[in-house]
């Protein structure tokens, strides 16, 4: 490996100028690597600050087209929806999940009339947003239930579908959702619909943030741990996405992102198949604070996001997305 020694090798050498530093860099970020997630309320020309997460905002369906427009011109391949859904619309079923009628399938249709195909566009599979429990799935118990759950995943899946959504992302971890989804889609004439599995999604407390911001942090009875992943897990991480694969996933997402920066450098290298990174709004507040605060430059910003890519990650979803030009200048 190594060919020479000092002094006729020094590395430094190519380290001198900029132009030498660009001719050899290894890893770039461009925005195709970026998914923006995009959070939504009910109302009209509202766009609402929330209070865990600086400078990201819920938005009124009025207020889409403006992100949209932006995000096409700035070259995003895709955008994700999540919903901050009224509390008198969450029961314990998470019954809303399956309306045709709520923000998400309404943002949905709107996007895809406007913008046909330029961009993509993807969903949670889940029903937290939905839930009085604030949980992905149907509780009972204190448990959340396998089965039963997938079966309203199944049905959210295809509306989610059926109004045109590209990339269906479960995100609740439950047993054999893939395999059942795909099954369910390719029956309706939806083969086209991709998978973007949540494959390896840890219970982390660094999804604070989002739940503030999706409306289910006050909500949450206990934790997510029977479902979710246990962080001291390396092995088990491989398991979920071989089987994730085997039923039908596209692509597999690691969830959180840096502190499993680790894991998605084995995803990678044991499947070769495209893998995302979601730098969750934990590792989003945490940066972010710092910077607002002075505490830190805000070049740590593509430094982290450079780790996504050293690891091996083919995008990421970033709360980051769209401030790129300020970020990969
Ligand atoms: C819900 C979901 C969560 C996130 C994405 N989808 C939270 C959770 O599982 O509690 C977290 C995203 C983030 O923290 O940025 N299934």
New binding site residues.
């Given amino acids: 490996m190594i060919t020479g020694k000092y002094p006729s090798l020094r590395l430094r050498r190519s380290r001198k100028n900029d132009w030498s530093r660009r001719l050899i860099e290894e890893n770039n970020l461009s925005p195709s690597d970026f998914i923006l997630?995009i959070f939504l309320i009910e109302g009209k020309n509202k766009k609402q600050p929330i209070k865990s997460m600086p400078d990201v905002y819920r938005y009124t369906l009025d207020k889409l087209s403006s992100l949209v427009d932006k995000a096409i011109k700035n070259k995003l391949p895709m955008i994700a929806l999540?919903p901050n859904t009224e509390k008198k619309k969450k029961d314990f079923k998470g019954t809303e999940a399956l309306n045709e009628n709520n923000l998400v399938c309404r943002a949905i249709q709107l996007i895809k009339k406007k913008y046909k195909n330029e961009i993509g566009i993807m969903c949670?599979v889940?029903l937290?947003?939905y839930t009085l429990h604030?949980h992905?799935g149907l509780l009972k118990s204190g448990y959340v239930l396998n089965d039963e759950t997938i079966k309203v995943l199944i049905n959210q899946s295809l509306l989610q579908a059926e109004m045109g959504c590209d990339v269906l992302a479960p995100?609740?971890m439950m047993d054999g959702r893939v395999g059942e989804i795909r099954k369910t889609l390719d029956k309706n004439k939806f083969q086209m619909v991709q998978i973007l599995s949540?494959a390896v999604?840890y219970a982390?407390s660094?999804?604070?943030?989002?739940?503030d911001?999706?409306g289910?942090k006050g909500l949450?009875k206990g934790n997510?741990k029977n479902y979710?992943m246990d962080f001291r897990n390396n092995n088990e991480a491989l398991r979920e996405v071989a089987l994730d694969i085997k039923e039908g996933a596209d692509m597999v997402m690691v969830?959180?992102g840096l502190p499993y920066i680790d894991i998605i450098k084995t995803v990678k290298e044991n499947f070769k198949i495209p893998v995302i990174a979601?730098?969750?709004?934990?590792?989003?507040s945490l940066l972010s604070n710092g910077i607002n605060k002075g505490f830190i430059d805000k070049s740590i910003i593509l430094e982290t996001l450079i780790a996504f890519k050293r690891a091996g990650a083919n995008a990421i979803?970033s709360?980051y997305a769209d401030r790129l030009d300020k970020i990969l200048k």
């Fill in positions: 997630p999540f949670d889940a937290d947003p604030g992905d995100s609740d949540y999604k982390s660094y999804y604070g943030p989002f739940r911001a999706v289910s949450l997510k979710q969830k959180p979601y730098q969750v709004s934990g590792e989003y979803v709360y």
